[in-house]
């Protein structure tokens, strides 16, 4: 039998990476049933393969494919305690979810007790954040998280101050109407951007993460934290297979976690106001051993908190 089309592999097998990756753990099982109000497993299941038909349509992100939006992500990376700690002591704490996508992990994030109202997510495709009013049954009313849609590389959107470094800014923006994340400079003590930063070329990694900084308030323990593919050594990831629809593959630009570091603490940051954790953590991912027998695949999970 002919080797099939790396773009056939991945639109043509989507039964693949059902039977592979939709294994909810029974925590993320648990928090979609009483998220959604669904009474069983089977109903939940379908509506999961109904609302990833529907994102594949707007975009094949391969984390679609891969069900990454119910997973509840956020709470497995070793700084979401940092996180709860730090709403727990400034209750008015804004925390801004970049590339959202469907919303889980901030509605993760406030099922562990963050308030709605203080959350601003933003991404660049709204059908991805109304699929997820659709996947957990909600509407603006129910869940009053500020959906802001935009570019996160239009400077317009995102603005172009530098790091705030002495007092927050007094005036706090009404979220209801923003219509870009410039205003928000100075303000949010947390950030979360997960399987984002890989998107981009090395220049606007860089660039995204000067503009994420400048967001962030001057107050100790404000934190900007994540995690997306990375490299033992930094470059582009040439052990992947071609790009193809929605995945990068051979093009994608990978940080190695000594570089990650360095971008943050000295460049976004004047050296010494930030520590910063980065670890590269070895993953098994099928859907990718299916494309190149010989991939290995490797997360960098980081947390940069200002001192
Ligand atoms: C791979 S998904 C990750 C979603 C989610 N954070 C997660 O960890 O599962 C990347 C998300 O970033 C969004 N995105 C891609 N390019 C963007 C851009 N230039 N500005 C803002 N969002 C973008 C996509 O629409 C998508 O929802």
């Known amino acids: 039998m002919a080797e099939p089309h790396v773009e056939e592999v991945i639109q043509g097998h989507p039964e693949t990476a059902q ?26 299941k379908k509506l999961i393969l109904d609302m990833q038909a529907e994102a594949a349509e707007a975009f094949p992100y391969p984390c679609i494919r891969r069900f990454d939006f119910v997973k509840c992500k956020i709470s497995r990376l070793p700084c979401y305690g940092q996180l709860l700690s730090l709403v727990k002591d400034d209750p008015t704490a804004l ?19 963050y308030p709605a109202n203080n959350i601003i997510a933003s991404d660049l495709r709204p059908d991805f954040w109304h699929i997820g009013h659709k996947l957990f ?5 129910t869940f009053p998280v500020t959906f802001v849609p935009g570019d996160v ?21 009404e979220l209801r109407s923003l219509r870009g994340l410039a205003p928000l400079a100075g303000h949010l003590r947390a950030i979360h951007a997960s399987n984002f930063f890989h ?5 606007n990694q860089s660039a995204v ?19 997306h593919v990375s490299r033992p ?12 629809p929605g995945y990068l593959g051979n093009r994608m630009f990978c940080h190695d976690a000594q570089s ?9 940051f004047r050296k010494g106001t930030v520590r910063v954790e980065a670890q590269i953590v070895e993953q098994a991912r099928e859907d990718l051993v299916v494309l190149n027998p010989g991939v290995t695949f490797y997360q960098l999970v980081w947390c940069v908190t200002r001192l």
């Open 233 to 244: 050594k930094k470059g582009l990831r040439t052990e992947a297979p071609p790009p193809a």
């Open 209 to 227: 993460a000067h503009a994420l900084g400048a967001l962030l308030a001057p107050t100790r323990g404000s934190m900007v934290f994540g995690t």
């Open 19 to 44: 039977e592979v990756d939709l294994a909810l753990k029974p925590e993320e099982e648990a928090f979609l049933l009483s998220t959604t109000g669904l009474a069983d497993a089977d109903a939940l």
């Open 95 to 113: 925390l801004l979810d970049i590339g959202c996508c469907f919303g889980t992990d901030v509605r993760k994030a406030i099922a562990d007790g």
């Open 153 to 173: 590389l239009d400077k317009t959107f995102i603005g172009t101050a530098p790091p705030v470094y002495d007092v927050p800014p007094l005036q706090r923006p």
């Open 260 to 268: 990650w570091m360095d971008l943050w603490d000295g460049e976004v």
């Open 199 to 203: 998107l981009f070329t090395e220049a």
């Open 137 to 141: 049954m909600s509407d603006p009313a």
